[in-house]
T-cell receptor, first 112, second 113 residues
Framework: EADIYQTPRYLVIGTGKKITLECSQT?????MYWYQQDPGMELHLIHY???????EKGDLSSESTVSRIRTEHFPLTLESARPSHTSQYLC???????????FGQGTRLTVV | AQSVTQPDIHITVSEGASLELRCNYS??????LFWYVQSPGQGLQLLLK??????LVQGIKGFEAEFKRSQSSFNLRKPSVHWSDAAEYFC???????????FGAGTRLFVKA
């Protein structure tokens, strides 16, 4: 069954560490997104991609970076984690013909 | 500018009562409209979507939504709420090609016994 996967589900890490949040989808979707969401709050788009080698910054400024070397893979990297990065990160994908987004389960990141 | 407004931050309804969650949008072309539900600690799950045709769309879990172009609205309804419906609900608008999906701020639904 086609799906979208995020790992890890939960991550607690120390300040200054480099981390990469993984996101993979098996649906062949061209468009992929990263959203940041604080508990009980709205989604903020931080990165999106229209396809391989295409990445754009979203509406909310973020110190994270992304890459899109393969269609199915859209990892997000924080070079130096800080407590202000503590949040839930949601990955999503959609096709070009039907724009409904499919979401992963999310990664809850805590930086101590 | 494209935007989605969910006027109610939170709503409380009694179990078995009817529910309506409001959504208004601003979009320059024919919109593709969606409602998603998010349970605590989870990702978003699609409830229903509207692309074209019949303006009343049926979704999963007994939800339905009605597209009203004249009011730029896409309200979500359910005739009888169950305790398991307590969650956060997001309205969203998108388009084909290069347009990315825009989400509303969400409405948190509380269900009281």
């Amino acid at each position: 069954e086609a799906d979208i996967y995020q790992t890890p589900r939960y991550l607690v890490i120390g300040t200054g560490k480099k981390i990469t949040l993984e996101c993979s989808q098996t649906m062949g979707h061209d468009k992929m997104y990263w959203y940041q969401q604080d508990p009980g709050m709205e989604l903020h788009l931080i990165h999106y991609s229209y396809g391989v080698n295409s990445t754009e910054k979203g509406d909310l400024s973020s110190e994270s970076t992304v890459s899109r070397i393969r269609t199915e893979h859209f990892p997000l990297t924080l070079e130096s984690a800080r407590p202000s990065h503590t949040s839930q990160y949601l990955c999503a994908s959609s096709s070009n013909t039907h724009t409904e987004a499919f979401f992963g389960q999310g990664t809850r990141l805590t930086v101590v | 500018a494209q935007s989605v407004t969910q006027p109610d931050i939170h709503i409380t309804v009694s179990e078995g009562a009817s529910l309506e969650l409001r959504c208004n949008y601003s979009y320059g072309a024919t919109p593709y409209l969606f409602w998603y539900v998010q349970s605590p600690g989870q990702g978003l799950q699609l409830l229903l979507k509207y692309f074209s045709g019949d303006t009343l769309v049926q979704g999963i879990k007994g939800f339905e939504a009605e597209f009203k172009r004249s009011q730029s609205s896409f309200n979500l309804r359910k005739p009888s709420v169950h305790w398991s419906d307590a969650a956060e609900y997001f309205c969203a608008v998108g388009g084909t090609g290069g347009f990315k999906t825009i989400f509303g701020a969400g409405t948190r639904l509380f269900v009281k016994a």
